[in-house]
């Protein structure tokens, strides 16, 4: 018996991981702030595992109130850093569909995780894949409020223990507070980028 714990969701489990990096790859030292990457995620059951269903708007309908949360626990994990960059990643039990997973990433979620960082002009980098309990995932990660930040361009590579089971999905946020150590490749700066319509 699965009972909803929020709004239409029945979560499992939160997991939460911050990775802090002070050199880069060849040992020089940061350039400024180490950059500090945030995860948050969730195992959710998977209201539509084993079947298939034209309409996914139950979910799609409900995940403001998911954002809601994520945004709760992503601003409490950032401790009062500033959040540069962002991303967005599900992996799907493999009794369900890609689709699935997709229905929870749509701007109705990540809107109000947008709204607690602060901007996010910017379009919301996305991925994700069917795979096993303990599969990684590659999320990557763009400037909150302008895609041509290059030095925002990044990774993160998770794994959720023993999520998601094949009736589940993880739904995860990644979120940085300055982009890569030492990047040198051009492109709009940060500062460039504030005020900017996101685009150039």
Known sequence: MYENNLSVFHVRKWHSFVEETLANEIGVL???????????????KNPYAGKFVEDLSMVVDASPELGNEFGKRIIEAAAGRTI???????IVGDAGEYE???????ND????IRKAIGGGQSWFPSTGKRGPSGCTIDI????KDALYVRACYDTVTASFGDSPASDEVVIAI???TRGRLHARLGGLTHEEAK???GLT
């Open 30 to 44: 940061a350039d400024g702030e180490p950059v500090v990457k945030i995860t948050v995620a969730a195992t959710i």
């Open 84 to 90: 540069m960059s962002y991303g967005k990643a599900c």
């Open 100 to 106: 699935h997973g997709n229905a929870f990433l749509t």
């Open 109 to 112: 979620f990540a809107n109000p």
């Open 140 to 143: 990557p990660l763009g400037h």
């Open 174 to 176: 990644v979120v940085a």
């Open 195 to 197: 005020g900017n319509n």
